[in-house]
């Protein structure tokens, strides 16, 4: 890899632990000689419901795939494996998901190592009193602070800078598992205990926190990426993948308010003034990129129990009605509202939602197109109430009268819908919403997540 001074070079497997990569991949970066392997393990992308109820995100036998092939090369080249967000939300039980597979992997193949634990998951008692301190504000667009919220909160955690990656390879830990962090803390981490500026380090997690992503044709797979002390190298592992100027530049702009201002714990990467060079047909040198120190701060996220949810799916192609539908599904809500009130369940003891795919179903209100008339419409009619019972009782309505409510002109007598699957009702359980989305001030970043040590 062109580079003008290779001081720290790291291999991203994925964008998420269990996405899977190619074991090609993995063996070539490997052979290019690494500092580090890692794998981002998460995000709040996929919503609160990983979060509230303790699941992962990705299977366990899409994970132990990934952590096999990542474990076995990390041990076999004496480097360290480190993954941020473990099981997707970074909760005590997703991170124990995943270290029970590293362990069940390191009794199968028989490899001794330091594993090291950080917990994300807070304290909510002192999360209230931290509160009652002052040291919480509000996010841009976020619910204001409140510790009611708190309380009612299924678990609450905290997004961990790099400090907790360097102190626990400090510790000598060979594989590092970590709750929810920021997602390019675990390479900043490795970069800055290399000795190199903070703004480089957090540049590369930036780029590193997504796999190959910055490379083109999009994929998942491996990327290396070199830091040094004026900025950072990109180049997939994969022969057939490349970074450009314009791949690494459009994907630097990802998953951020602002494009160009990174707010990250304890300082803002400022990319404003980033260059981008090809320095070879496959890889990009990165540089221009600053980092503002500011008060330490760390990202709080918490989720509560909203209700159950039950869903159908169904769709209907009679012009007739797709020429009249807003006036139809007007009569099937009060026609739902009239059933559920027989069955004592008042209107505003549940929620009744139709997506209308074909019309307005991805952007709902804000779609721009309005005159279009679609010859089809799909339909996800979804009902969440206070328990599971009452959301599938009032969503057996919804479906029976979507199916026979009349419209004007209507010739079918046997059903207004078509329905893919019998049975055709599904009780989906437990709905989580964020109750929890703000910072809190820290005065020691190691303290609110504390490391745990193994020797396997």
Request: charged content about 20%; proline content about 7%.
């Amino acid at each position: 890899m062109a580079t003008a001074s290779k001081a720290c070079r790291m291999l991203s497997t994925s964008g998420i632990l269990g996405y899977g990569f190619p074991e090609s991949s993995l063996e070539s970066g490997m052979r290019r000689g690494v500092h580090m392997l890692g794998v981002d393990g998460g995000s709040t992308d996929p919503g609160p419901h990983y979060l509230g109820s303790g699941k992962t995100l990705n299977s366990a036998r899409a994970m132990r795939r990934d952590l096999q092939l990542m474990l076995l090369a990390a041990r076999r080249h004496h480097v360290p494996l480190v993954i941020g967000t473990c099981g997707g939300a970074g909760g005590t039980p997703h991170l124990e998901a995943v270290a029970g597979i590293v362990r069940g992997l390191a009794r199968d193949f028989g490899l001794r190592f330091r594993l090291a634990t950080i917990e994300a998951e807070q304290d909510k008692a002192a999360l209230v009193r931290a509160h009652g301190d002052g040291r919480m504000a509000r996010l841009t667009g976020g619910p204001a602070p409140d510790p009611a919220a708190i309380g009612r909160s299924e678990r609450v955690v905290a997004m961990m800078g790099a400090e907790p990656f360097a102190a626990a390879l400090d510790g000598g830990a060979d594989v590092v598992l970590a709750g929810r962090s920021s997602d390019p803390a675990p390479w900043a981490a490795m970069a800055m205990r290399a000795g190199l500026p903070a703004a480089p380090a957090w540049y590369a997690g930036k780029m590193l926190e997504c796999g190959a992503t910055p490379a083109v044709p999009k994929g998942h797979d491996c990327l290396l990426v070199d830091v040094d002390r004026d900025g950072v190298v990109l180049e997939p592992a994969a022969a057939e993948r490349r970074c450009t100027p314009s791949s690494v530049a459009n994907h630097s702009l990802h998953e951020n308010p602002s494009p160009c201002i990174h707010v990250e714990p304890g300082g803002i990467l400022d990319t404003t003034d980033c260059r981008f060079e090809a320095v070879s047909d496959r890889a990009v040198r990165v540089s221009g990129m600053t980092w503002d120190p500011q008060p330490y701060t760390v990202k709080l996220e918490g989720a509560e129990l909203a209700g159950y949810r039950a869903i159908t799916v169904c769709g209907t192609r009679d012009p007739l009605l797709v020429a009249t539908l807003d006036d139809f599904l007007a009569r099937v809500r009060e026609a739902v509202a009239t059933k559920a009130a027989a069955l004592g369940i008042a209107e505003d003891g549940y929620r009744l939602m139709v997506r209308r795919y074909g019309i307005d179903g991805v952007m709902g209100a804000a779609e721009p197109v309005r005159d279009a008339r679609p010859h089809e419409v799909g339909f996800v009619i979804e009902v969440v109430a206070p328990d599971q019972d009452t959301a599938d009782a009032v969503l057996a309505l919804a479906r029976v009268t979507m199916l026979h409510t009349d419209f004007p002109g209507r010739l079918c007598r046997e059903g207004n819908m078509a329905f893919p699957y019998s049975p055709s009702d599904i009780a989906a359980g437990p709905v989580y919403r964020f109750s929890v989305f703000q910072t809190m001030t820290v005065d020691d970043p190691l303290a609110p997540f504390p490391i745990t040590y193994e020797d396997l």
